[in-house]
């Protein structure tokens, strides 16, 4: 554990080459996975035209690694694709903060996914719902002989509920059957999916009733991803202050919105370089957040003495195996990095550093406010957008940084002025 600590040491002040080394010796990856990692290994052509229609080409973000991680006692390296400057070292500060003062550990509660078979305006629901009551197990064992392949490892339909909605209009009822499935180490979709469809016909046979749609909820609350933050003797103003930011985010939606795209910071870019369904986190996620009739924030922060205790419960459907992390080559690489056993880990994972990265951003606003970090590390975007060749980032860089602490901000007007002011010194060295 000492020397994957040093490891992490610095990382973010090592050259390229020399991070890919230490994820190499970290993360026990070979010489071919760090070739994809770093770009190396050009993605084929191929690959693309079996994931999505009227292939070009590809849209690169960059994949980075975020450090100082220990979940549940265990050291990581955390693959994130994104391109949002700041996320990658806001969540690796904090990790470095918890793991000096507290720690992270995480828990799963249920392992199901939801499919939903929609009768949508019901003739005869007392009828109806005894119907689908009485023939439970024979809808389940069709529903399993869909995934022959699931039920061998141990997953399958576990159950099915049978619920009744009152339509908007007033003018009718609608039942839905949820079709209750364990996919394993699978995301589940298209099985969920296939196994609804083929219980439409037997359902309407029974029910002499129209069945409407036959498709996966993203809305996955018999699945959820747990994570709990404890930092020890806690600068009480720090602490109040994150604490309070939780009160304005529960009292205001508008708040709670940029809260939780804050938690999303952190698990978006581990389900992407994953290969996963960021879409559909994000959709389950934001809907679970209004389970209690307003939308409200999915991590809840509070001081206990003179602890800073924090807590995330999410829903999460995440695979480890088949689709894109199958088929893509970086997604297996990531997958290979965090040494994840199954896609009920991976899911504890996200949450935990969803958690960390919602704490960076709260301590941030508590303290020294959003911009002096963000901006430090938006100065290379810039000077990129103000024309700066890769030879010139650095010292454009450089000079906005001196800006900023002297005058608390920077804009683009500023870095076109220094990167004109560089380029006539570079003409004119002797006058310099």
């Not at 509660?109 to 003739?123: D, E």
């Not at 389940?140 to 039920?151: I, K, Q, S, W, Y």
């Not at 010292?395 to 380029?423: D, F, T």
């Amino acid at each position: 554990m000492e020397e994957k600590r040093k490891l992490m040491e610095g990382f973010h002040r090592a050259s390229r080459k020399d991070r890919l080394e230490r994820v190499k010796k970290f993360c026990q990856l070979e010489d071919e996975d760090i070739q994809i990692l770093s770009g190396e290994s050009a993605l084929a052509p191929e690959i693309a035209e079996h994931l999505i229609e009227n292939t070009i080409g590809y849209f690169q973000i960059p994949l980075g690694v975020a450090t100082n991680f220990n979940i549940d006692g265990r050291d990581l390296l955390i693959p994130m694709a994104v391109e949002e400057t700041s996320i990658i070292a806001a969540a690796s500060a904090t990790a470095k903060w918890i793991r000096q003062e507290g720690s992270i550990r995480t828990y799963s509660k249920g392992k199901l996914i939801i499919g939903q078979v929609q009768i949508p305006n019901v003739r005869n629901v007392a009828r109806t719902r005894r119907l689908l009551h009485e023939n439970r197990d024979r809808l389940m064992e069709l529903a399993n002989t869909c995934v022959p392949g699931l039920v061998m490892r141990g997953g399958g339909i576990q159950d099915l509920a049978v619920r009744e909605i009152d339509r908007p209009s007033k003018d009718g009822t609608m039942i839905v059957l949820h079709i209750l499935c364990d996919p394993c180490d699978a995301m589940g979709a298209n099985l969920i999916n296939q196994v609804c469809e083929a219980l439409k016909p037997k359902i309407e046979d029974l029910t002499s009733e129209r069945v409407g749609l036959c498709i996966l909820s993203n809305l996955v609350d018999t699945k959820l991803a747990a994570a709990e933050v404890i930092l020890r003797n806690v600068d009480p103003v720090v602490g109040k202050g994150v604490e309070e930011a939780t009160v304005f985010a529960m009292a205001d939606p508008y708040r709670a919105a940029t809260h939780n795209k804050g938690v999303l910071n952190g698990i978006d870019p581990i389900v992407i370089a994953t290969g996963n369904d960021w879409r559909a986190v994000e959709a389950g996620v934001h809907a679970y957040a209004t389970r209690t009739g307003s939308y409200q924030p999915v991590t809840q922060w509070r001081m206990e003495g003179a602890d800073l205790i924090g807590r995330i419960e999410i829903p999460l459907a995440l695979g480890t195996v088949g689709g894109v992390t199958r088929i893509h080559p970086t997604a297996r690489a990531a997958l290979k990095m965090l040494g994840v056993k199954n896609a009920e880990e991976l899911g504890r994972i996200c949450a935990a550093v969803g958690l960390v990265q919602n704490l960076g951003a709260l301590r941030a606003l508590a303290t020294v406010g959003i911009v002096k970090g963000h901006m430090q590390l938006h100065a290379a975007n810039l000077a990129i957008a103000a024309g700066a060749e890769i030879h010139e980032i650095a010292e454009v860089r450089k000079r906005l940084a001196e800006i900023l602490r002297v005058e608390k901000r920077i804009n683009l007007s500023r870095a076109k002025e220094i990167l004109e002011a560089i380029r006539v010194e570079e003409r004119s060295p002797a006058l310099v």
